[in-house]
């Protein structure tokens, strides 16, 4: 086949016109010439953004202050002529910027993974058939469908558009959404003003339509001028850049004390300048928490992939840090907390009920009456059920080798379904009827209508909604004989309350006859003209995963509220099955329009259900909850969640049925739409906190007891217990290896027992700060009293600081052990046996400090002598009295906050 030759001017063109130009038809191509396409034209993705070479990467590690005070150390020993040092400072410089390297390289592969799992999807009509596909495999000629809510994924001319407006600010500045229809726009027409076409990255406001693909990838509008989608977010979040900032002041701090340090030590200690430099320099290094920031952001990187694997897909990373505070989730019911395999169960005519058969969305069961299979030619009303289900309804229904699966809404595949089950024509129903017009379902007035003729003459318009909206629509009922008879709605309501009861969704479904040249559906059409079916009562089972999350929400002081547009007593009947608290109280949304704020916020409180309610709604309750100090997540994913997913402290987007409008304005985006992985997000939002907790409450207190232990022999005027160059050994080594490693400690036992933490809960709190002064103080004892011990016994200082030394690595092994459970007990099995990556890196430490304690060239570079066995046993054994005395005093604490809980009411 010869090249597809792009218009250049499709928007000047008539539908029929576009479509010609590019070689394609109303039901789209075929497989095989879209894989032609596809090759020819490459993938629809914008290009890549320019990225910053390896080499300028890495010279930006140099860009620290701690690295300038090096780099300037550096120079002054070399001009002492203390060339060992030097090397050692610059080896140090070296090796912090490779790391810094290849946690920033990570860190880029976690975000680039995430925005893959991001990729928009699309409908478009290949072979006839409506299919979903990544919008990078659109090609041009595909014809697309798109409703409000949609990203735009390739520039499209319109060949059908009901209702269609689309926000182009973006591209032409236009603040209001733009109308667009199918008329052709002038040739010479200003971007703005090409009403006739959709451009790629634009949001479809509102209505629904179909159009062409005219160009993909940079061949589209905003290809051309892709730099302004090419901005990655920095991988941090307010708390990461908090730290930032403190170890930032702590180091111009502690640059401030090493420098008076140094004068006096020179001029009123009268030590010698090359002696007191290299101390001031050990100081800086020692006290300077260099590596904080880039190990948080290692952590960060770690949690988003965690969450990744849940299915919560991190938008937004300050959500991290909020999950950790989440004190109220509010949830959508179908398809997050139930299964989202919704399946026809009962039909109710005017006198009799019917039950359905079958399993999921497979078009064969059994429809039986009293006990016995009906058959349509003995119940006629039950081909009006068929041809109202299958005709006024947009989904689609494929056989896969795992069963039958819906492309479209779950409701309509199901109701797809009944009307192959009624029919026995399978997935495909009703094939001789043809769609003339629609009037989509929106919420506004909660019903879908469709017209549709045949090639007998006949033309039908069907209605679908819900039961309030479509009995206001019908003058009368269908018989149970056939003919028509007055409408009972206090009956049908009655009916309503029943099925709803048994926790069945219900819909209304109508019909009403017209002349075949009746061509438009207008709302006048159906506007008190209809005839009423029946209803037919849907049931979507709760997810098992659920009800144990929702369990586990409720052990962790998470209160989980039930927001649904399903009727009251169907929400209930679900409620009961997946454990939500306070079942006896229901609001619906008429009850939160007649509340003022005050009355809704003491209300959003107490209730756990609400049931009618529409998205204008959940921004109000947002609201109220959080009027209350309360920390919200809120689901959401039509275009009209948008609003109270931006409110929210956490907005969750569902992945699977979410709208583009939706998924942008959320922090998270839910791959399989499951509450169960709402759950999983919150506990990984508390593991990463606890995490960036671990690793600040492991960091600053073993550099404050280093920079202690300098301070207090430079006060006294003693030897150094450690030389400047091992404590940047030790900093090198530990600091790196012995910190990364709690960025991959798993969740602790009890994380979902606790309750949420306050939002306001500073990081430095009274605890952490008194947990800092403990340990420096029992890391400047253990220092000092291996040191002191050491030359009382007639060691040389060489072997008095390598035990020092030693003893300083050994109390940062078990600091790091103590410090892995900072919510329990360190003394279990599970506890010692730590982690994989635990045991590597503690394996990696013990083995560089054994080589330069005793292999010979490194002693003579580290100024180092052999430690004698019993003096290393003896080592660990101070380094296990210092674990004993800190892990007495954190169970003193613990025990202390158990006796309290009760009072307060935590949880």
């Known amino acids: ?13 008539t539908p029929e016109a576009a479509l010609e130009a590019l070689a394609s038809r109303p039901g789209g191509l075929d497989a095989a010439e879209a894989a032609r396409r596809h090759a020819e034209h490459g993938a629809n993705r914008l290009p890549e953004p320019p990225k910053r070479s390896p080499i300028l990467r890495f010279l930006s590690h140099f860009h620290n202050v701690l690295i300038y005070v090096l780099i300037a150390s550096a120079l002054v020993t070399a001009a002492l002529q ?68 949609d990203r735009v994924p390739a520039d499209l001319r319109l060949i059908e558009a009901r209702g269609l407006s689309a926000e182009e600010a973006i591209l032409t500045g236009e603040s209001v959404p733009v109308d667009k229809g199918t008329a052709p726009a002038a040739e010479d027409a200003a971007l703005g003003d090409r009403s006739s076409m959709l451009f790629s990255g634009t949001l479809v406001a509102a209505g629904a339509g179909r159009g062409v693909v005219a160009a993909t990838g940079a061949e589209t509008q905003i290809g051309r001028i892709s730099g302004m989608l090419g901005r990655v977010e920095t991988l941090t979040t307010p708390l990461v850049a908090q730290m930032d900032r403190f170890a930032r002041w702590l180091t111009v701090f502690i640059l401030i004390g090493a420098a008076s340090l140094l ?27 260099e590596g904080l920031p880039a190990v948080l952001t290692i952590t960060l990187a770690v949690g988003v992939q965690a969450m990744a694997r849940r299915n919560a897909i991190v938008r937004r990373l300050p959500a991290i840090e909020t999950l950790g505070s989440v004190s109220v989730i509010c949830s959508d019911k179908t398809g997050t907390l ?14 009799d009920v019917y039950s359905v058969g079958g399993d999921g969305y497979a078009p064969e069961g059994a429809v039986r009456w009293r006990d016995a299979d009906a058959h349509p030619d003995a119940h006629a009303v039950l081909a009006e059920f068929a041809r109202a289900a299958g005709l006024c309804n947009d989904a689609t229904l494929h056989a896969h080798e795992s069963g039958w699966r819906v492309e479209g809404d779950p409701m309509e595949g199901a109701l797809m379904a009944l009307a192959g089950k009624i029919t026995g024509e399978g997935g495909d129903p009703l094939r001789q009827w043809t769609r003339t017009d629609v009037i989509p379902f929106d919420s506004a007035h909660r019903y879908m209508a469709t017209l549709h003729h045949d ?17 206001a629509l019908c003058a009368d009922q269908r018989a149970a004989h056939g003919g028509s008879e007055p409408l009972d709605a206090e009956r049908w309501h009655q009916r309503v309350e029943e099925l709803a009861a048994e926790g069945q969704r219900v819909i209304a479904v109508a019909a009403r006859s017209v002349p075949q040249e009746h061509t438009v559906l207008n709302t006048s059409d159906v506007e008190g003209r209809l005839t009423l079916i029946g209803l037919i009562g849907l049931i979507d089972p709760p997810r098992a995963e659920a009800i144990e999350a929702v369990a586990d929400c409720h052990a962790a002081g998470i209160r989980v509220k039930m927001i649904t547009g399903d ?10 099955r997946i454990g939500l608290r306070n079942r006896d109280r229901v609001l619906t949304g ?17 209730t756990d259900i609400f049931a009618r309610t529409s998205p204008a709604h959940k921004l109000r309750l947002v609201t109220a909850l959080q009027a209350r100090g309360l920390t919200v997540a809120m689901t959401g994913d039509g275009v009209n969640d948008a609003p109270a997913l931006k409110r929210a402290d956490a907005g969750v987007a569902m992945g699977l049925k979410g709208s583009a409008a939706a998924k942008e304005a959320a922090e998270l985006v839910l791959a399989d739409d499951n509450f169960a992985s709402i759950a999983a ?103 000092y009293g291996i040191f002191v011990y050491a030359l009382d016994k007639g060691y040389s200082l060489a072997l008095a600081q390598t035990m020092a030394l030693n003893t300083l690595v050994v109390l940062k092994i078990f600091h790091l052990f103590f410090i892995r459970n900072i919510h329990g007990t360190s003394l279990t099995w599970a506890a010692v046996r730590g982690t994989r990556i635990v045991w590597i890196c503690i394996a990696a430490v013990t083995v560089a400090q054994f080589a330069i304690t005793y292999v010979p060239p490194l002693q003579a570079l580290f100024g180092t002598e052999g430690v004698p066995l019993l003096d290393g046993v003896l080592i660990i054994a101070i380094g296990a009295v210092f674990f004993g005395l800190i892990e007495t005093e954190k169970q003193m604490r613990l025990a202390v906050r158990a006796t309290d809980r009760p009072a307060t009411g935590a949880g």
């Not at 925005?115 to 990078?136: E, F, H, K, Q, T």
């Not at 659109?138 to 469908?145: K, R, T, Y």
């Not at 006096?264 to 928490?289: C, K, R």
Request: aromatic share 4%; proline share 6%; net charge negative.
């Open 338 to 351: 139930t299964r989202n395999e919704m399946m026809a169960a009962t039909l109710a005519a005017a006198e």
């Open 263 to 289: 004068v006096y030590g020179y001029f009123v200690g009268h030590l010698p300048f090359g002696e007191l430099f290299m101390a001031v320099v050990g100081l800086s290094v020692a006290a300077i928490p």
């Open 590 to 606: 008429a009850d939160l329009e007649a509340m003022d704020d005050a009355a809704l916020a003491e209300a959003a409180v107490q």
């Open 82 to 149: 203390h060339w060992v040092d030097t090397g050692i400072i610059l080896a140090v410089v070296v090796v912090n910027a490779v790391i810094g390297y290849i946690q920033e390289g990570r860190a880029e592969q976690a975000m680039d993974a995430i925005r893959g799992m991001l990729a928009p999807r699309s409908s478009v009509l290949r072979d006839g058939r409506r299919i979903s596909l990544d919008a990078a495999e659109l090609v041009p000629g595909d014809v697309v469908l798109i409703e409000a809510g």
């Open 681 to 783: 997000a919150v506990r990984e939002g508390r593991t990463v906190y606890d995490n960036i907790k671990k690793v600040i409450s492991w960091t600053l207190p073993t550099n404050g007891g280093e920079a202690m232990t300098i301070v207090l022999a430079l006060a006294l005027g003693m030897a150094l217990p450690i030389t400047p160059v091992q404590i940047l050994w030790t900093n090198m080594i530990t600091a790196v290896t012995l910190g990364i490693a709690l960025a991959f400690e798993p969740t602790e036992a009890r994380t979902m027992r606790r309750p949420p933490r306050p939002r306001d809960e500073p990081l430095l709190t009274g605890a952490l700060i008194w947990h800092i002064m403990l340990v420096s103080t029992l890391f400047l004892a253990g220092i």
């Open 567 to 576: 009727h009251a007593a169907t929400a209930r009947a679900i409620a009961g």
């Open 455 to 471: 090639h007998e003459g006949r033309a039908c318009i069907h209605v679908k909604g819900a039961p309030e909206a479509v009995l």
């Open 1 to 13: 086949m010869t090249e597809t030759r792009l218009p250049a001017h499709p928007h000047a063109m």
